[in-house]
Structures are given as structure tokens and as C-alpha cells.
């Protein structure tokens, strides 16, 4: 992380070990960090802010993203008025990558002033608006809390398990994996818990469904690490109409990446892992998210990235 007075590319300079071409095409290995100076570069007015985070389809694939800019003090977030280059960490941690020149892992959402909503503010809408799908929402530490899914679907399909020794995966190309070369489905049996091993990568999903009006988004915070030391959800941005009814959303639920550190967990079905905070939007966007514009998680359940195929 670069310090006060220094520039991520004196750090590069100093620090790397060899330099990848990613002109034709590069594998990045599971293991490893990459630093990888971004097409883009920023301009920010001095009354914007900027925070980034993976894409749900990097967050599907467990590969880890920060974002960083000369002299910031936190990864993922672009303090306003920032003017200069941005670079991006690249982590692989289950499956090694094909990653290209032009190649998209991170997001990036603009806030001007203070966007994020109050409880009560959060509680009044989810009664006009239904935000997750529960009679009873649990509005707390500035967030309305989701839940873990482990009755599964009617074959008692709970989730997924990352296989190790797998093939690359092509970041940039749809539909091309068998599910099964690369994930061990995961089945409740008749129980309503499954214990995480540790440093293994589970894809889950919440028992609510979850909803974003068209004038909202929402992120999804870090889970408090006094519950259990677990991670759920490396991309936490949840955009507007996710699971808003008229852009075809209905019944979309938060498809998990979970990971427990160190020591093995037991979740249980109905668990709280995480909480959805919502901001306002300046104004309606144009285009809701949805299969109008090509969202691939639009009304999903348990889904697995865009890469892989049954």
C-alpha cells in the first residue's frame, strides 16, 4: 500500500519480480499477486468520492481485487478530487485465470455528499418496497441483515464447492467450462448446517430474495468477524432494479462466495451473513438492471458465474 508521499509505480519499480504481457493473453496462477496498471484513469471533481469493488462474476471465480491509487491510505476507495492512474491487485485463489489487455475484474460506483440511509430511512422503504423478502427484516448496525439458504432446491442442491487442480478459466469467455471439471455440488441430506473448511471456496446463496428500486442501490457491508471468522461476498454491489419485478427481477436472490479462515465453521440454515446497506441515487438511471442490457444475474437463484456451463 502505497504511503502519503509515494506513487504505486515507484513501488513497482522497486518491488517486482518480473513483468507479464498481457497483450495476447496471460495466465495469472492461483497464489500469486499481480499489480496490474489500469486502462482507465480518474479526474474526480473535489465534491466526488469513488469506491471500487470485484465484479460479481470475479467474486464468483474467488479471485481477489483491490483497486489502488498513488498515495491512498485504503485500498477500494478514490478520494475525491483524485486525479491520476489506478491499478488493480489481482489474486487468484481457487482456479488459475486467463486474463487479456482490456479484460474487466473490478466496478467502480461515484458518490457526491452522503448517499446511505438511515434505519428508519431503510425500514420505511423496505414497507413501501419490500428490500428482502422477510415479514420480519432485521434492520440493524445501519443494514438490513440476509440469511443463509441451506434447505436447498427440491433436489436439495445447497451450493458449491471449488475443486482444486482445475483447468484455467477464461475470464472473457461465457459459457465455455463444464460446471463439473471445476465445482463438487453440495446437498443438504436432511440437515440444516454445513460445516466450512477452512481456506475452502463455497458458493451459497440467501434464503431472502432481495430487491433494489429502480432510485437505490445497495451493497452488501463485511460480515462482523466476533460472529465467525468467515467471509461472504467479495462483490458487494448490488445495482438498481436487481430484483425489481417490472425489469424482470423478480424472486432474485444473493448468490454468496463464502470463505471460512483458519479454523473450520458450522453455518445453519437461516444464519445471518450479511447485511444489504441502500444509498439514493442522484436520479433514476436509463437502463435498470436486467436482461435488457445484458445482466447475466438478473431473477437467479443458486448460480455459478457466467463462465460455466451444465
Partial sequence: MPGPSHLVADKLDRLKLHVVDLSEGAVLETGCVYIVPLMERLDLP?????????????????IFTRVITDR???FDKIPAGYSGPLYLEISPRTFPIVVRRGS???QVRFRVGQALLTEPELLALHETE???????????????????????????????????????????KKAQHDIFDFWEPLYSRGRT???????????LVSREAVHVPPHFAAEMTPFDPLVGEFRVHYAGFFDPGFGHAPAGGRGSRAVLEVRSHEVPFILEDGQIVGRLIYEHMLEQPSSLYGSGVGSNYQ??????????RL
Fill in 46 to 62: 473535489e465534491d466526488m468520492s469513488a469506491s471500487a469493488n470485484p465484479k460479481s462474476s470475479t467474486g464468483r471465480l474467488d
Fill in 72 to 74: 491512498a491510505q485504503e
Fill in 104 to 106: 474487466r475484474l473490478s
Fill in 130 to 172: 419490500t428490500l428482502v423478502a422477510s415479514k420480519k427484516p432485521n434492520i440493524t448496525g445501519g443494514g438490513i441483515a440476509l440469511s443463509i439458504d441451506l434447505a436447498g432446491d427440491k433436489e436439495g442442491l445447497i451450493g458449491y464447492r471449488g475443486k482444486h487442480h482445475t483447468a484455467v478459466v477464461d475470464v472473457d
Fill in 193 to 203: 448446517e454445513l460445516i466450512l473448511d477452512p481456506d475452502e471456496f463455497y458458493i
Fill in 299 to 308: 431473477a437467479q437463484g443458486l448460480k455459478l458465474s457466467k463462465h460455466f
